[in-house]
């Protein structure tokens, strides 16, 4: 898909769904660990955070914001550093 309107898309999600453009990353599930309160995401870059696209695991503080989303969902999100952990602090599945 052409980059812009992949961003043009992106920033009608954002705005829809109420996260902001500037914190907000895409990604996809690759794994969901609800005894680890962890999920598994490849995602593109994360702004606040200054990381580059890869899979990573993030911690989930409360397992009920993954409810509904399956491994393989795309996801808009936003992660923060939460005492010293990587924290995906809002998600959503993408259209």
Do not use: Q, Y
């Not at 829809?16 to 990353?25: H, N, P, Q, R, Y």
């Not at 969902?73 to 995906?88: L, P, S």
């Amino acid at each position: 898909m052409n980059r812009n309107i992949l961003t043009a898309k992106l920033g009608a999600l954002f705005l829809s769904t109420g996260i902001a453009a500037a914190s907000a990353a895409e990604g996809e599930i690759r794994k969901i660990d609800e005894a680890a309160g962890k999920v598994t995401v490849r995602h593109g870059p994360i702004e606040n955070l200054e990381m580059d696209a890869m899979t990573m695991v993030f911690r989930v503080p409360d397992m009920a914001m993954v409810e509904g989303l399956a491994v393989g969902d795309r996801v808009v999100f936003e992660a923060d550093r939460v005492n010293g952990a990587i924290t995906i602090t809002r998600i959503e599945k993408a259209d």
